[in-house]
């Protein structure tokens, strides 16, 4: 990390992932300082192995959904209007996996806010008869973005760290991160090991691989179906994505198996299209970080010692307003985002500039505090 003493900035972001790079970008455009670390580089952790597809998330009505609409449309806007050089713009055909999913795939018709259209027929010829028997939907937006590509361009002229943070220090007011320092702390650091004492926070690392490949068939239309299958910027180019593994850690007792996951890519895929003269070019794995309720998480940290040390009556049953928990001063998380970080690192991270520039208040239902009042009653 290098030192200097006019290390001081308004905000500190740790993890450079699609969040943290998201968020450097908006405050650094709203005229903050911002220091943004990472322990390995920009894009190195699931954000670098993503799709990363702007795909609508089908769900029931509900907050999710709410959340997830908005947040594809932003993101669709954000990535082409500002960076149309790493975003491929097409519709994006939707299909149904079970009979179930087809029943929510037909309401989900008729209640969505997005634009339908119907499937080209160029598209059409090249599906499976499973494919196209089954209930589907086709969107007249959808996007693939360049990961590597797009985090690199969203954090150019920012003040960038490689460090590994251990943990954090607050003094008179301010948080000392290794030789920087700060009023203000994001931590966007993905299914990786926490750096604050957040005993109630769980997050499920759910491994992902995916893979480039090189094909003579010519896609119009992104995919979804078992995988998703998508063309990319890159001519003859097309992206398979992604295995889904939540019981997975990579380590070096269980090293990832690439050729087991190559398989299960090509057999999903080979379900929905008949791709000719496949030749694998390249593979990408990660962690992404869900949270257990699927919605993501932005908002204040509660301090679980200095909250029960506060109220003890919690520790009884009683309960106690989550405005009367104590948080970490000055900390926001930005994280949770599951499958969906693309989608959702747009509208999360100008919510947090809204937050932290204009002083407005972050949306109750995305607050990281949901998990702290749920632990305490499993506590007791
Ligand atoms: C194979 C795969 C395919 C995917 N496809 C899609 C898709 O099509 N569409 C979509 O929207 N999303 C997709 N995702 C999900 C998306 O990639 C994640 O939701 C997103 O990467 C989450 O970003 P993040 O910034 O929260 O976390 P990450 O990208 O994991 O970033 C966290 C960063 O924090 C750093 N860090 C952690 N701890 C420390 C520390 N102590 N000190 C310093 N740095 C630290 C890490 O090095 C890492 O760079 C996919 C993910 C995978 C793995």
């Known amino acids: 990390m290098q030192t200097s003493n006019k290390s001081l900035y308004d905000v500190i972001i740790i993890g450079a992932g699609i969040n943290g790079c998201t968020s450097a970008y908006f405050l650094h455009k709203a005229g903050l300082k911002v220091a943004l670390v990472d322990k390995k580089g920009v894009a ?213 198996n690439v050729e087991e996951g190559r398989r299960e890519l090509l057999e999903k895929a080979s379900r929905t299209v008949n791709l000719k003269n496949v030749k694998i070019i390249r593979d990408y794995a990660g962690l992404r970080s869900g949270s257990n309720d699927y919605i993501p998480l932005l908002g204040s940290l509660v301090d679980a010692q200095a909250t029960l040390n506060l109220h003890p009556q919690l520790q009884y049953g009683r309960s106690v307003a989550s405005s009367e928990f104590v948080n970490y001063p000055n900390v926001t998380m930005i994280n949770g985002s599951g499958g969906y970080g693309f989608v959702l690192a747009p509208y999360l991270a100008s919510r947090l500039r809204d937050y932290l520039v204009n002083k407005e208040s972050l949306d109750e239902r995305l607050s990281p505090a949901r998990f702290f009042a749920r632990w305490i009653k499993r506590k007791k």
């Open 44 to 256: 190195s952790g699931g954000s670098g192995a993503a799709g990363a597809f702007i795909s609508p998330k089908i769900s029931k009505e509900g907050i999710l959904k709410e959340i997830m609409e908005t947040a594809h449309l932003e993101a669709l806007k954000f990535y082409t209007e500002f960076f149309p050089e790493y975003t491929l713009q097409k519709p994006l055909l939707h299909i149904s996996k079970t009979s179930e999913e087809g029943g929510i795939l037909k309401s989900f018709k008729n209640e969505t806010l997005l634009n339908l259209t119907q499937l080209d027929e160029n598209t059409e010829v090249l599906l499976s008869d499973e494919a196209k028997n089954a209930e589907s939907i086709c969107f007249s937006k959808g996007a693939v973005v360049d990961a590597q590509g797009v985090c690199h361009a969203l954090v150019k002229g920012i003040d960038f760290y490689k460090h590994e943070v251990q943990s954090l220090h607050y003094e008179e007011n301010i948080w000392n991160v290794g030789n920087l320092r700060a009023s203000h702390v994001v931590l966007s650091i993905g299914a990786y090991p926490k750096i604050i004492p957040l005993p109630y926070l769980t997050l499920r690392g759910i491994w992902g691989h995916r893979i480039d490949i090189q094909t003579s068939t010519v896609l119009p239309t992104i995919l979804h179906h078992y995988v998703s299958i998508s063309p990319t910027s890159q001519e003859n180019i097309m992206a398979i994505g992604a295995t889904h593994n939540v019981h997975y850690t990579p380590s070096e007792s269980e090293p990832y």
